[in-house]
């Protein structure tokens, strides 16, 4: 038994199931079925993991299961954000 979310303690076999029995087609679908991602971290490790389940039972590449990343541009101090 493989966890792959660590805050919602979600297994690699739930994932697995949750894509033959709902035919999910993306990460928002697992994210509602089994709220992966929504812990404590925000999915910043398993999202990636579950994508690469996701992709493998697809077949498709992972750009095509992952969302575009928007980073900030360059880090902010919230004290700078705060001002008026």
């Known amino acids: 038994m493989k966890i792959v979310c660590r805050c919602e303690d979600i297994t690699e076999e739930e994932i697995i199931r949750a894509i ?3 035919d999910c087609e993306t990460l928002d679908e697992l994210k509602h079925i089994l709220r992966l991602g929504m812990g404590h971290c925000q999915g910043r490790t398993c999202l990636i993991i579950a994508a690469r389940i996701l992709a ?3 077949g498709k590449r992972i750009e095509e299961i992952i969302p575009s990343f928007r980073p900030p ?3 902010v101090e919230i004290g700078i954000l705060g001002k008026e």
């Open 56 to 58: 493998n039972k697809k």
């Open 20 to 22: 033959d029995e709902y």
């Open 73 to 75: 541009d360059e880090p």
